[in-house]
């Protein structure tokens, strides 16, 4: 199984062989533990939950305990799961995953949360232009004008783009090349940027497709 949790530590810049400025993005990927493995006779799919994150014991309820106590693993602050073919499920429940499982020039894909960025307009939110200055407006630089859509349908079509909440989003960026691992420290460093702040939890997956940036 290839997939791992991990927290974002920032971004830096390597250099190549050939002398080459790499901007890098480095993750503190693991040390992982898989706390259960679903499958399709019990749970109607399959998948392998893992944890990340050690932390004390009094900060995780009785439950949580309890479902980490099976298999004698830590108090483990974030769990996550990876749905997988029941081919690819090749680990056991209390075994730990760590960052060697990803190769050097391999492809992932990064799952995070976005930074938030609190109510923003229509420039800001979605690059709107903004109003002339001149000819009498006031107050009007950066609103986003006009939005009905006449007698019919005689209402804001849905989907309208407007001001409202901006960030926080579950993002998923594409295709990142792993440019290099420290199993040591467990750090992965993989080319270009993720989503979310320093301190952030990612989830690392084998890449799927070559398209990046978007949504999930």
């Given at each position: 199984?290839?997939?791992?949790?991990?927290?974002?530590?920032?971004?830096?810049?390597i250099?190549?062989?050939?002398?080459?400025?790499?901007?890098?993005?480095?993750i503190?990927?693991g040390?992982?533990y898989?706390?259960?493995?679903?499958?399709?006779?019990?749970?109607?799919?399959?998948?392998?939950q893992?944890?990340?994150?050690t932390?004390?014991?009094q900060?995780?309820t009785?439950?949580?305990?309890?479902?980490?106590?099976?298999?004698k693993?830590?108090?483990?602050?974030?769990?996550?799961?990876?749905?997988?073919?029941?081919?690819?499920?090749?680990?056991?429940?209390?075994?730990?995953?760590?960052?060697d499982?990803?190769?050097?020039?391999?492809?992932?894909?990064v799952?995070?949360?976005?930074?938030?960025?609190?109510?923003?307009?229509?420039?800001?939110?979605?690059?709107?232009n903004?109003q002339?200055?001149?000819?009498?407006?006031?107050?009007?630089?950066?609103?986003?004008?006009?939005?009905?859509?006449?007698?019919?349908?005689?209402?804001v079509?849905?989907?309208?783009?407007?001001a409202?909440?901006?960030?926080?989003?579950?993002?998923?960026?594409?295709?990142?090349?792993?440019?290099?691992?420290?199993?040591?420290?467990?750090?992965?460093?993989?080319?270009?940027?993720?989503?979310?702040?320093?301190?952030?939890?990612?989830?690392i997956?084998?890449?799927?497709?070559?398209?990046?940036?978007?949504?999930?």
């Amino acid at each position: 199984m290839k997939g791992m949790i991990g927290k974002k530590v920032g971004m830096t810049q390597i250099f190549d062989e050939q002398g080459n400025v790499i901007p890098v993005t480095v993750i503190e990927a693991g040390p992982c533990y898989v706390t259960q493995i679903r499958s399709a006779e019990r749970d109607g799919y399959t998948a392998v939950q893992l944890g990340y994150g050690t932390t004390k014991p009094q900060r995780l309820t009785k439950g949580q305990m309890g479902h980490l106590g099976r298999n004698k693993l830590p108090a483990l602050r974030y769990l996550r799961e990876f749905r997988l073919p029941e081919a690819d499920v090749d680990v056991e429940e209390g075994q730990e995953i760590k960052v060697d499982v990803f190769e050097t020039g391999e492809r992932v894909d990064v799952i995070g949360v976005s930074k938030g960025r609190g109510f923003a307009g229509t420039v800001k939110r979605h690059g709107f232009n903004r109003q002339p200055k001149t000819h009498g407006q006031s107050d009007r630089e950066r609103a986003p004008g006009s939005v009905g859509a006449g007698s019919t349908p005689g209402r804001v079509v849905k989907g309208k783009r407007m001001a409202g909440r901006m960030g926080n989003d579950r993002v998923t960026i594409k295709n990142l090349e792993v440019v290099r691992i420290d199993p040591e420290h467990n750090l992965l460093a993989v080319r270009g940027s993720i989503p979310g702040s320093r301190g952030g939890i990612v989830m690392i997956k084998p890449a799927r497709t070559g398209r990046t940036g978007r949504k999930s």
